[in-house]
């Protein structure tokens, strides 16, 4: 009875939305108006609100259908956070004109994490507090404390201002009986051990040149956007030799994400999708590349790894493109010949349906036969 009395009278300070709908998208006014009356009736500060908010957030959509998904996104909280952005990028099919944060992760020496929040909506960074702690503890069993450590907002490009709020995380292990003890590190033994003492050699083994067939549509790009190295497949849509000086928005313009396209806006996006699209002097698109920016260990690189995006055969006609312009192992491949089929498909039953609805020209001709000889 005091929960149903106290939302009536928070609902009651936005007077004017009788009913809020789940799938219904609200204005950020709405919002901020039911947590500042969520502050007077509980009178606790805003700050509290969104982190309950954030924390009781993650719950509800681990109960209402995400709850498969979240548990794949990470095998712990760095990676868990490191892949939000690719789950926003999913539910952007579903949830049009979504306005999703962005979030990076660095791994400091001491074990602790600094987590990097990048968002178009300013104020929100005690909701990530909320949504982190319970992330912590439902998913992996951690006590996670948040701490933010800087605030300041930057100019994406000529018309998007991002606010970046930076974190300090500290995890710490919850024991059966309750209590909590530090993590010695964030990287679990087996995982460490693996990387340093099985997947890299002593010396190189696979050449520049191997790489550049393997990868085809990869651009390894230096911190004045040069191109330095890319696959064949790029060179087959574009003038790049290993003499010429180019930079990476001579050859492509970026579709997504929406920002300038500088080496510090890479890196300050590094999770989200990105999309190039390459174009020709008249401004015909020649090739769309969806894919992902490597941070490497030389700091002053950074490698794109990537695939044509295609949808279907009469596409890749367009481009003038093959299947055998795509690798073996790219998804690519399929995706093409099975939405190809599905659409083969649907015709087909179109053509079933239609014939079955409107009579043949034999039925009609023996309708008009019958009919006559009755007249007569």
């Known amino acids: 009875m005091f929960r149903l009395l106290s939302f009536d009278r928070i609902e009651s300070g936005c007077d004017d939305i009788s009913d809020f709908l789940t799938f219904h998208r609200y204005d950020d006014s709405v919002t901020m108006k039911l947590v500042g009356s969520v502050k007077e009736v509980l009178g606790v500060p805003v700050g509290v609100v969104l982190q309950l908010f954030g ?22 909280f760095k990676s868990f956070m490191q892949n939000l952005d690719s789950l926003h990028a999913l539910l952007a099919f579903s949830y049009k004109d979504i306005t999703a944060p962005s979030f990076r992760c660095e791994e400091e020496k001491d074990g602790t994490l600094t987590l990097h929040y990048y968002s178009a909506r300013e104020g929100l960074q005690d909701i990530v507090i909320g949504l982190c702690r319970s992330v912590g503890l439902q998913m992996f069993g951690q006590d996670v404390d948040v701490e933010v450590t800087h605030k300041d907002k930057m100019n994406v490009n000529d018309t998007t201002v991002i606010y970046h709020v930076t974190f300090a995380v500290t995890i710490k ?12 590190n964030l990287r679990t033994e087996r995982r460490s051990s693996t990387r340093t003492s099985y997947c890299v050699p002593p010396k190189p083994i696979i050449t520049s040149e191997d790489f550049c067939e393997i990868f085809p549509y990869h651009i390894l790009i230096d911190d004045k956007l040069a191109i330095r190295q890319c696959g064949v497949g790029i060179l087959r849509w574009t003038n790049v030799t290993r003499t010429t000086n180019l930079r990476l928005e001579d050859l ?19 999770n989200a999708n990105y999309l190039l699209e390459g174009r020709d002097s008249e401004g015909n698109v020649l090739v769309k590349l969806r894919g992902q920016m490597v941070l490497l260990t030389r700091p002053d690189y950074v490698l794109f790894v990537g695939s044509p995006r295609l949808a279907s055969l009469g596409e890749m006609e367009e481009r003038h493109m093959f299947l055998s312009d795509i690798p073996l192992y790219d998804v690519t491949r399929e995706l093409v010949l099975l939405n190809e089929q599905r659409l083969a498909e649907v015709e087909v039953r179109s053509a079933s349906l239609s014939s079955l609805l409107l009579p043949s020209s034999s039925s009609s001709s023996s309708s008009s036969s019958s009919s006559s000889s009755s007249s007569s």
């Open 252 to 270: 492509f313009t970026l579709s997504k994400p929406d920002m300038t396209l500088t080496f510090d806006n890479i890196k300050r996006f590094i």
């Open 55 to 76: 924390e009781y957030f993650f719950t509800y959509c681990f109960e209402n259908g995400y709850s498969e998904m979240l548990k794949i996104l990470g095998h712990d």
């Open 173 to 184: 292990e919850v024991n059966p009986n309750g209590t909590v003890q530090p993590m010695k």
